[in-house]
């Protein structure tokens, strides 16, 4: 049965495989390594995102968040740039997984000297396609920028933190000085998917 609550299994999925992995482990070598297959098999398909959450905005990236694990372990966010859209250089705080499911973003890391400075480590940048997953954290690099590397359609990808992204106090920095001033997110939609809705497929096994 073709229902949005059966499309949306991928990431149903996902998320108790990602329940699981914080339950066993904190250590962010390991949630790193096992979050990125277990990403990169989630994004590995793109027929999953419901249409409410896949939505650019003509201004603004958007930030739709698809799930907040109850003790803050993680999130799962779906990021929609318009084109043309950019972020400001910001950081993360936690340790961080992004997945291209649609489309491509390019990404500039930088390193910030101990006055205070942005060295970029890439001028040209990083770029991602549908399947590639990189990671951020403190600890691997946690400085960078991202935007939408298509001019004239929007892009999406999947993003899990180690906390609730959108209520941690997090930086974007001056890309002269240098200097930090703290922000904090949030997320673009009070809305979030209805992953455990499965009576429509569990009423045509009755009905079978």
């Given at each position: 049965m073709d229902t949005a609550t059966d499309r949306i299994a991928p990431l149903r999925d996902f998320?108790?495989?990602?329940?699981?992995?914080?339950?066993?482990?904190?250590?962010?070598?390991?949630?790193?390594?096992?979050?990125?297959?277990?990403?990169?098999?989630?994004?590995?398909?793109?027929?999953?995102?419901?249409?409410a959450?896949?939505?650019?905005?003509?201004?603004?990236?958007?930030?739709?968040l698809l799930h907040a694990d109850p003790l803050g372990r993680f999130s799962v966010v779906s990021f929609v740039w318009g084109?043309?859209?950019?972020?400001?250089?910001?950081?993360?705080?936690?340790w961080g997984l992004i997945?291209?499911?649609?489309?491509?973003?390019?990404?500039?890391?930088?390193?910030r000297e101990a006055d205070g400075r942005l060295l970029p480590l890439d001028e040209a940048g990083a770029l991602l396609e549908p399947g590639d997953v990189e990671a951020v954290s403190p600890t691997v690099g946690d400085i960078h920028l991202v935007a939408n590397a298509i001019a004239d359609q929007p892009s999406i990808s999947i993003h899990?933190?180690?906390?609730?992204?959108g209520a941690v106090v997090r930086h974007v920095f001056d890309e002269r000085s240098g200097e930090a001033k703290p922000f904090v997110s949030g997320y673009s939609s009070p809305v979030v998917p209805n992953l455990w809705d499965r009576s429509a497929a569990v009423r045509a096994t009755v009905a079978d």
């Open positions: 998320i108790v495989a990602m329940t699981q992995l914080v339950g066993r482990s904190s250590e962010e070598a390991t949630l790193l390594r096992e979050g990125r297959t277990l990403l990169a098999q989630l994004i590995a398909r793109d027929d999953w995102l419901p249409e959450f896949a939505q650019p905005h003509p201004q603004f990236y958007q930030q739709y084109p043309g859209q950019r972020t400001p250089i910001h950081d993360h705080t936690v997945g291209m499911l649609r489309g491509a973003e390019r990404g500039i890391r930088y390193r899990v933190y180690g906390a609730n992204i």
